[in-house]
Structures are given as C-alpha cells and as structure tokens.
C-alpha cells in the first residue's frame, strides 16, 4: 500500500511505463553519446521539476532529492544515496543500467544544478556509479 500511495499512483499520472532492465540498458548501448547527452541536458530537468511539483508542490533541492530517493525505493533500477554536512552535498547513484545511463543521469543532473539551483557540482561516473559533489549556499 505505501509503495502504491509514494510512487506507484505517481508513477502512474505521470505517464511513466514499466520495462526491464536489460531493454534499458541496451536500448542506451545503440545511442549516440553525443546525441544522449544534449536529450538528456534539454528534458530530464524539466521532467524532474514537473515530477517534483506534480508529487510533492514544490521542486526545491531538497525536494528533488526527495524523489530521487523515492524513485530508488520503488523503481528496483538502483540504489539513490545522500549524504549532507553543512552546506555540502554528495549525491550518488549506483544503477545497473551501463554507462550511457550513468552519462544520460548525469548530464541531466548536471544541467539542472546548473540553470535551476546555480550549482556547479563536480561529477565522476562510471558504468555503474554516477557521484556529484557539490556547496550550497
């Protein structure tokens, strides 16, 4: 029941489809990077404020690391970790999926601290781990 109320029933609204893992994986594997990485950049963002609002009426930073982790909890696609001290954040990832995904997540990540929240965060990411540090103020 609380899987369905946190995210199933959002998932649902929203238009969101369930599809293994696998068919992710290389259905990413047969694109371009360069071409993922501007898709990424121009409608994950958008995407994540519109889900963020949508879920929980607001989209700050604290709120769309909300739903990163509720999206970590329920989709099975991966493990969303946070850790803060202070003003200082590190955020990752760890995923199944390759690494166009780890590139695709991390572009769209990165595009949305940049314009939205004016962060410049450092990222690392690998086939299977995408890591972003970063100082708010």
Known sequence: MTRHVEWASLAYRLGMVTISGNMIAAALEAADEA????VARKRLPGTWKDMAIFRFHDSSLETLIRLFSLNSRYSHGGEFDTKKEGNNYTLVLSHKFGRKFSLMFASGLDELLRTTYH???????????????FSVE
């Open 35 to 38: 071409k993922l990485d501007e």
């Open 119 to 133: 962060i410049q965060p450092v990222m690392e990411f690998d086939d299977a781990l995408i890591r972003f540090r």
